[in-house]
């Protein structure tokens, strides 16, 4: 006998967060995301028939069934360091309804997962106090800003985890990776960029999607797509081009040469670095965001590199046209990155794409919360009603 362990994915998007605990065995029952194309993309992945693609604010009580987890990640626009920081914002108050989901599914665990900050926000102080004396007394939560890259992903991403449990403490999973771990900790290295992009063709053929729509909610939306089919290119300017050849992996926009700058940046010499960026191959990559096509968004150019001509007057060298690929990482570049399975199946234009890849939870990440707290969900409640025999 083995428990089916059930799981509702709140704010599910295209389903980071349940590619990881699918892979550990969790059923999902219910997904509700507001975003039709990241609500397809989800159902093109694990069915249509438990998708809500809906407000969360509007599914009724009724409606929601027992579950032995609620995971979920509220939006976190209204905290995050690229946001307004209103906490009046009503985004916000979304974590409110992820209570609501737990009162009625009865969880033994939830998780939350939301910006490196939400621990210092006045909504975290008040789940708290809701764990303390409210609805959630029962609970018992743990907390901690978990960096993806010491889980195994190829990338720097920093998330924090909030695990509520009513079976018993359940602490947060301990890393798996370090950047350099120590001789004996039995941690491994970071996995690297290289890793997960290495052998992609360096050269998409193509800068768009293939045209191909397919009914899903009861219309007609583009895709489904899947591996090299988001293998896309952009088409720079020759003015663009010209100035990804002077950044060299590692860099950004400070390694641009004056005559070269944009405006915008020439006359504000300060700020962020990592804009115009390249990648390392062999670091974890920057955390992927919901633009990471745009170059001047981060450091988004593909790693490979090699030094060319000089250029004398800028004292500097060009990168070497034939040793180096001067583009943006492509969608399926950045969905690697992000931990998604090459075969993962996509629906939406190039732009919704792109937004469910960057808002995504890496799944190596959610795979190592959901390794944590299996076991316990497994130990508790022998005389639990919806033990099934194994399918
Ligand atoms: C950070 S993303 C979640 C990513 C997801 N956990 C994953 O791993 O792929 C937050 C999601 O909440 C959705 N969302 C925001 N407000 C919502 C609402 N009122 N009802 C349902 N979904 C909402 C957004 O469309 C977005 O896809």
Not at 70 to 83: E, Y
Not at 180 to 205: F, K, M, N, Q, Y
Not at 273 to 285: E, I, N
């Amino acid at each position: 006998m083995t428990k089916n362990l059930r799981m509702i994915d709140l704010f599910a998007g295209c389903g980071g967060m349940t590619v990881g605990f699918a892979s550990e065995g969790f059923k999902p029952v219910l997904a509700v995301e507001w975003d039709r194309a990241a609500a397809a993309t989800y159902a093109a992945n694990f069915g249509e028939d438990h998708v809500i693609a809906g407000d969360i604010a509007a599914v009724p009580d009724e409606v929601i069934p027992e579950a032995d987890i609620v995971i979920g990640g509220p939006p976190c626009q209204g905290f995050s360091n690229l946001g307004l920081k209103d906490i009046n914002d009503p985004r916000n108050q979304l974590w409110r309804e992820f209570m609501r989901f737990v009162k009625h599914a009865r969880p033994k665990v939830f998780v939350i997962e939301n910006v490196d900050r939400f621990a210092k926000s006045p909504e975290f102080a008040m789940l708290l106090a809701e764990a303390d004396h409210g609805a959630l007394v029962e609970y018992e939560l743990q907390h901690a800003v978990l960096n993806a890259a010491d889980y195994g992903v190829a990338q720097r991403r920093k998330r924090t985890i909030v695990i509520g449990s009513r079976i018993g403490r359940i602490e947060l999973p301990a890393a798996t990776h370090a950047k350099e771990p120590a001789t004996g900790s039995g941690l491994l290295p970071w996995r690297t960029v290289r890793d997960v992009i290495g052998d992609i063709p360096p050269h998409p053929s193509t800068t768009e999607l293939p045209a191909r729509t397919s009914e899903i909610f009861g219309d007609p939306m583009p895709g489904v797509f899947r591996g090299l089919d988001l293998h896309i290119r952009r088409t720079p300017t020759s003015k663009s081009l010209d100035r990804y050849s002077f950044v060299p992996p590692g860099g950004g926009r400070f390694d641009l040469p004056a005559a070269l700058l944009p405006n915008c940046w020439a006359n504000k010499p300060t700020g962020t670095t990592d804009v115009m960026g390249r990648l390392r191959w062999d670091m974890p990559s920057v955390t992927i965001r919901t633009e990471f096509f745009k170059p001047e968004k981060g450091q988004y150019l593909h790693p490979q590199w090699e030094a060319g001509d000089w250029v004398e007057e800028y004292g500097k060298h060009r990168s070497d046209p034939v040793r180096s690929v001067d583009r943006v990482i492509s969608h399926f570049e950045a969905s690697l990155i992000q931990d998604f399975p090459s075969d993962y199946r996509w629906v939406g234009t190039k732009i919704q794409i792109a937004r469910q890849i960057g808002n995504a939870v890496p799944s190596g990440l959610a795979r190592a919360i959901a390794q944590q707290i299996k076991p316990h969900l497994l130990t508790v409640g022998a005389s639990d009603a919806r033990e099934l025999s194994a399918a």
